[in-house]
């Protein structure tokens, strides 16, 4: 079946380290990718999303390209900050199908010292 | 503020016990999703509301599991003959359009269930 898979955690970076968060994913057409961020306390909120192949999603500093030949969709941010410091879902959905319910992957704990 | 709304934050109820969870969505939102999200995993789809039609229940893990939207707004989620192994987070989602849409879904804070 569909499935999302990342890179476990935690990652412990430096702040203005270089960040990666790899992302991988298995689905039977087309969908679109996404990824949500999860800060200490707070609900998930949408961090950027690509809707076809090629397309680069961007916010606050992160990006992520939609690669359709490698299957993947990693999460990129120059030079992090220790607000940053949150756990990240990758997360897939097809929303030409009913109900568009998102396909979570397990998350990647970020923290970032000063 | 106008984000999904979840009642209560966290709920502790002894095995065997009823509980209900309440979602209240961004308003004119037609699409409501529910969520279960045990500890160290991602959220994992129970159920889909379009309006007040459930045309998706695919996700309930069992029958004690019950969902209902009955005017197309607030949405609750019932467990029924708690077992330890529902305690988890359950999320509330809500996104402006329906079927065939690319609209975001946005999400509520969450209800974490303790089962003793």
């Known amino acids: 079946g569909d499935s999302v898979t990342q890179m476990e955690g935690p990652v412990t970076l430096s702040e203005e380290a270089f960040l990666t968060i790899n992302c991988t994913y298995t689905a039977t057409g087309y969908p679109s990718l996404f990824w949500y961020v999860q800060y200490p306390g707070e609900g998930l909120q949408l961090l950027l999303k690509a809707t076809k192949a090629d397309d680069k999603g961007s916010n606050k500093g992160f990006e992520a390209t939609y690669r359709k030949e490698t299957t993947s969709f990693h999460l990129e941010k120059g030079s992090v900050q220790v607000s940053d410091s949150a756990v990240y879902f990758c997360a897939l959905s097809f929303p030409n199908q009913a109900g568009t319910a998102l396909i979570f992957g397990k998350g990647t704990t970020l923290s970032v010292s000063s | 503020g106008a984000g999904v709304s979840q009642s209560p934050r966290y709920k502790v109820a002894k095995r065997g016990q009823d509980v209900a969870l309440r979602c209240d969505p961004i308003?004119?939102?037609?699409?409501l999703f529910w969520y279960q999200q045990a500890l160290g995993q991602g959220p994992e789809f129970l159920t889909y509301?379009?309006?007040?039609?459930?045309?998706?229940k695919s996700g309930l893990p069992s029958d004690r599991f019950f969902a209902e939207r009955p005017e197309g707004s607030v949405s609750t989620l019932k467990i029924q003959r708690t077992q330890q192994e529902d305690s988890a987070v359950y999320l509330c989602?809500?996104?402006?359009?329906?079927?065939?849409?690319?609209?975001?879904?946005?999400f509520g804070d969450g209800t974490r269930l303790s089962i003793l």
């Open positions: 989602a809500s996104s402006l359009a329906g079927q065939g849409s690319n609209q975001p879904q946005h």
């Open positions: 509301f379009q309006n007040e039609a459930q045309l998706d």
């Open positions: 308003s004119g939102h037609v699409s």
